[in-house]
């Protein structure tokens, strides 16, 4: 087998990469939600747990939170309801497309994100392609302004954004169900909608749960879309955090969010994995 | 219409007297420029225990489908009494099909496998439980009923498989070499458990192998397929002791087959020569390794042919040797005995003229 120092050699820049640059930094920042900042703006090194206390008593804060989980939520039912028919299709029904058409969908997470969300500014804006063409067949006679700086934008762009993440895992447990067991539902006298519920659905739900995650885990976090998009009432709490950590120069407060954020998203991606494994059989 | 199907026709029902359940009529499938399957025309009686045997690729597996309904033909007509089944979708069919590697549902029970065809048939939970009880204990898997599939063995899976067809009552099972991937010990016991259970239940069976003794051992009549077409349909008897071909005589069990010609009346093969009621010309003749005797200083009978050689192999077979004797013009025979203890390196071979078969020549197909 493999000498120890090769397996050192091998294993050890990698831990030393997550150390540095993802442990520690992540150690410091629940350092940092412990500490307080002074009167003349210095940061005290006093331990205690006024920051998560503001968090629960300061409306903005737990609102705005409460808010990105539901912007989030909205996405990920959105781009399952995109990604699933589509991995659907892809995998049972395209035939010889099935390739290109599967190019056809990563092909969007080359272009740059930012690129992606000054379009729907541009598709959505009072002077957007959307407006002028609703104006131009009179369904409307003003600007429709609740299309941009709102949830709705938010939404929006995220569902586009992120749809490709719930569509792959999605698509890979479809191709993953042997087809013989949709030969032998249908050889049992299933029709394909009674095999659909009851063997596809339910060998794919590791994708789903998958698929689901992503979509909301990376919404929940994101802050350029409700930067762009959002308006004040389009904010989320990323974008909280970063002007904690910037202009309000409250770092401790903006960590204390941080890690509540962190401690949220690592415990669903806890139950997520177990979802998982409970619906898996290979 | 065509004579193969005629001929597939006539050999039907085996002379038993039972009623045809299914009907394949010139039945031709092509991928592309492929032809898989030409003009194959079979029907399968009331009870009846069919093998479609044949080597892969021979297109036996794509028939199957045909009749379950996972292909379309590209010609031809299956049909079921009076029902014409090659237009319906496969859950209309009432045809089941046991699957090559078993096909079970892995996030169900072996209980709620086995009940799936009931419960998607909507039948009442009451029968369903005392229907898939029953199946269970057929088949001796009852303790196992709770069960996730990947919990039981192989041949445990295959007995599972069993259940959840023939729960439904199907007029027809079919079987895709459903004991290729057991062992061999477990793959003879499964051999006499599925036929016994099918002359208990009265299904037909439809059951495709590439193995011709598993064939030989289980099965009413064999349908031999070659390259998409059908070579011979009879029972393993027939097909044993008269092959049709060249083909069929040398794919089931040992031959010596016998290049000839035939000049009024008299055959000429090498160093012998026996009298045949045969039309001149040139003639192909299967003769079966037991149907060779050494000589042991005994005059010769009526109608035996003699012929003298030299043991160049044996190979033990427990039983049975066979011995490999090259007798002139550097023709092989081989001769099955029981011991060979006494056999010495010259011999003398007899046959007797009755057991050389005449066999049509097998073309090469592409």
Redesign the interface.
């Given at each position: 087998m493999f000498s120890r120092a090769y397996k050192a050699a091998v294993t050890l820049p990698p831990l030393i990469w997550v150390t540095v640059f993802l442990l520690l930094p992540y150690l410091l920042m629940f350092c940092y939600s412990f500490w307080s900042v002074s009167a003349s703006q210095t940061i005290e090194h006093s331990w205690n747990l006024s920051n998560y206390g503001q968090l629960l008593q300061v409306n903005v804060y737990w609102q705005t939170l409460l808010r990105s989980m539901w912007i989030a939520a909205r996405v990920t039912i959105f781009s399952l309801l995109l990604g699933y028919p589509l991995a659907y299709f892809l995998s049972f029904y395209a035939g010889r497309k099935k390739d290109l058409l599967y190019q056809l969908v990563i092909i969007p997470l080359w272009v740059s994100y930012l690129v992606r969300a000054y379009a729907w500014k541009t598709i959505l804006g009072s002077d957007g392609v959307l407006n002028t063409l609703l104006q131009y067949v009179h369904l409307t006679k003003h600007p429709l302004e609740f299309l941009l700086y709102s949830p709705f934008a938010v939404v929006l762009t995220l569902t586009h954004i992120y749809t490709p993440f719930a569509f792959l895992p999605i698509y890979a447990a479809l191709e993953h169900i042997p087809r013989n067991l949709v030969e032998a539902s249908h050889d049992l006298g299933a029709t394909p909608a009674q095999t659909f519920w009851k063997v596809i659905f339910p060998l794919s739900i590791p994708g789903v749960v998958a698929g689901a995650t992503f979509a909301f885990v990376l919404s929940l976090g994101d802050f350029l879309a409700p930067l762009l998009l959002g308006g004040p009432s389009g904010i989320m709490i990323s974008n909280i955090v970063v002007s904690l950590f910037g202009a309000a120069y409250n770092w401790p407060l903006g960590a204390a969010i941080s890690f509540c954020m962190l401690l949220l998203v690592v415990s669903l991606l806890f139950f997520s994995e177990r979802l998982e494994k409970k619906w898996s059989f290979s | 219409m065509t004579t193969t199907s005629e001929i597939a026709m006539a050999a039907a029902g085996d002379g038993s007297g039972r009623a045809t359940l299914l009907s394949i009529r010139s039945v031709a499938k092509r991928f592309g420029k492929n032809a898989v399957l030409r003009d194959i025309s079979l029907e399968v009686a009331e009870g009846e225990f069919l093998t479609i045997l044949g080597e892969s690729g021979s297109g036996k597996t794509t028939l199957l489908r045909i009749i379950?309904?996972?292909e379309t033909a590209s010609a031809g007509e299956v049909w079921m009494g009076e029902e014409r089944l090659d237009r319906q979708?496969?859950?209309?069919r009432r045809?089941?099909?046991v699957?090559q590697?078993y096909?079970?549902?892995?996030?169900l029970t072996v209980e709620q496998n086995v009940a799936?065809?009931l419960?998607?048939?909507k039948r009442p939970e009451a029968e369903i439980a005392s229907r898939v009880l029953e199946a269970l204990e057929k088949v001796k898997m009852s303790a196992q009923a709770k069960s996730?599939p990947?919990k039981i063995s192989g041949g445990q899976q295959q007995r599972v498989a069993l259940a959840?067809?023939l729960v439904?009552r199907p007029r027809l099972l079919l079987l895709d070499e459903p004991l290729s991937a057991l062992d061999a010990n477990l793959r003879r016991q499964m051999q006499v458990e599925l036929k016994s259970l099918q002359r208990e239940v009265g299904i037909s069976f439809i059951f495709v192998t590439h193995d011709q003794e598993e064939a030989m051992v289980m099965s009413d009549r064999i349908a031999l397929l070659r390259s998409g077409e059908l070579e011979q349909v009879a029972t393993p008897r027939e097909i044993y002791g008269r092959p049709a071909t060249a083909y069929a005589a040398q794919f089931i069990g040992h031959t010596n087959l016998l290049k000839g010609e035939v000049r009024a009346r008299v055959v000429r093969c090498e160093a012998f020569t026996w009298p045949a009621a045969l039309p001149d010309g040139p003639a192909l003749f299967s003769l079966r390794p037991e149907n060779l005797r050494f000589v042991d200083g005994s005059g010769p009978t009526a109608g035996s042919v003699r012929v003298r050689g030299k043991v160049c192999h044996r190979a033990f077979h427990g039983a049975t040797e066979l011995i490999r004797v090259e007798c002139a013009d550097g023709l092989v025979l081989v001769v099955r005995t029981s011991g060979s203890g006494g056999v010495r390196d010259d011999v003398e071979l007899e046959f007797s003229a009755a057991d050389a078969v005449l066999v049509r020549e097998s073309p090469e197909r592409i």
């Open positions: - | 379950a309904g996972f979708p496969p859950y209309r045809v089941n099909t699957f590697h096909a079970l549902f892995p996030h799936y065809g419960r998607v048939a996730k990947s959840r067809a439904n």
